[in-house]
């Protein structure tokens, strides 16, 4: 199984990006799949995850209200739409995925995730 993270790059503080993370090789039934993200000099942190199954989500504090993460099904695809966004968003975000269900006080635990993108650069700068 082979995660692709895209969709990183240069923005001003207040724009948006939207990352995909695509999904090849065994395709997942229901899955959890999220995102991540690391500065430099920082511990990797949660962002965002969901469960195929039943939708549910989860966001971290810093991205709540601003973040976005969705999926497309037919396209194997989980996305992470990034509004308002901030100089402190600047990091590598990368996609990750369980093969099966996680309840939703888990997701935050880099520790349950299988799979891991390569992760792509955000960097939100004037």
């Known amino acids: 199984v082979q995660l692709q993270a895209s969709g990183g790059g240069l923005v001003q503080p207040g724009g948006s990006l939207r990352l995909s993370c695509a999904t090849s090789g065994r395709v997942f039934r229901s899955p959890t799949m999220g995102w991540f993200r690391q500065a430099p000099g920082k511990e990797r942190e949660f962002v965002s995850a969901?469960?195929?199954?039943?939708?549910?989500?989860r966001y971290a504090d810093s991205v709540k209200g601003r973040f976005t993460i969705s999926r497309d099904n037919a396209k194997n695809t989980l996305y992470l739409q990034m509004n308002s966004l901030k100089p402190e968003d600047t990091a590598v975000y990368y996609c990750?995925?369980?093969?099966?269900?996680?309840?939703?006080?888990?997701?935050?635990?880099?520790?349950?995730?299988?799979?891991w993108g390569q992760g792509t650069q955000v960097t939100v700068s004037s």
């Open positions: 990750a995925a369980r093969e099966n269900n996680l309840i939703t006080g888990v997701f935050h635990q880099p520790a349950m995730y299988d799979y």
């Open positions: 969901m469960r195929w199954g039943d939708s549910g989500k």
